[in-house]
């Protein structure tokens, strides 16, 4: 099956830019999808189609893909920004949907 | 705009059935392009999928659960419900659904916007 992996966690200062990654063999070929989860709530939908973002989702989140690596960027990280976040995409040939394992990102 | 809450029970025996219901409101369960599906979390980790339903009945399920899971959809209602069987203390996780945006052409979907989750537990 499928699988896409991320780092466990990224650190970053206050007002600095964070980028958390998600690889995939051949994910280039793939739309990636990108959540927020904070601690006991539900996830919320930041990024979809690789680098569109939903309404009421700001500007400083954004994403691209190169190579066999997707990237969530977050500019101007906020204390608010702390949360786990988790990639997805769709692989018919196997598992409809496969999320990746999670990043928990950690505001300094 | 659209809301999902789930509902059930929060504590099922090993080896019975865990049956969960996710109401939509705000909106039809029968409009637009969407697919409704549920979506699991254990403790401290990952989400996993778990299947979908589109509102004519048309079903998938991840390969791993097929065997044991069944989704069904009530439109008069404006519900849809998760029947896993057999349950083990691996199914304990927090139980979400989701409204998926399925776009065929492209080969792709995303979850928009989710319920809050339900907690469930498999214990004696």
């Known amino acids: 099956s499928y699988v896409l992996t991320q780092p466990p966690s990224v650190s970053v200062a206050p007002g600095k830019t964070a980028r958390i990654t998600c690889g995939g063999d051949n994910i280039g070929s793939k739309s990636v999808h990108w959540y927020q989860q904070k601690p006991g709530q539900a996830p919320v939908l930041v990024i979809y189609?690789?680098?569109d973002r939903p309404s009421g989702i700001p500007e400083r989140f954004s994403g691209s893909t190169s190579g066999n690596t997707a990237t969530l960027t977050i500019s101007r990280v906020e204390a608010g920004d702390e949360a786990d976040y988790y990639c997805q995409v769709w692989d018919s040939s196997s598992d409809p949907v496969v999320f990746g394992g999670g990043t928990k990102l950690t505001v300094l | 705009q659209v809301q999902l809450h789930e509902s059930g029970p929060g504590l099922v025996k090993p080896s019975q059935t865990l049956s969960l219901t996710c109401a939509v409101s705000g909106g039809s369960i029968s409009s637009g392009s969407y697919y409704w599906s549920w979506i699991r979390q254990p403790a401290g980790k990952g989400l996993e999928w778990i299947g979908r339903?589109?509102?004519?009945?048309?079903?998938n399920y991840n390969p791993s659960l097929k065997s044991r899971v069944t989704i069904s959809v009530d439109k008069s209602k404006n519900q849809f419900s998760l029947n896993l069987t057999s349950v083990t203390a691996a199914d304990t996780a927090i139980y979400y659904c989701a409204r998926e945006v399925v776009v065929v052409v492209a080969a792709t979907s995303w979850f928009d916007p989710w319920g809050q989750g339900t907690l469930v537990t498999v214990s004696s």
């Open positions: 339903i589109y509102t004519s009945g048309s079903t």
């Open positions: 189609y690789e680098r």
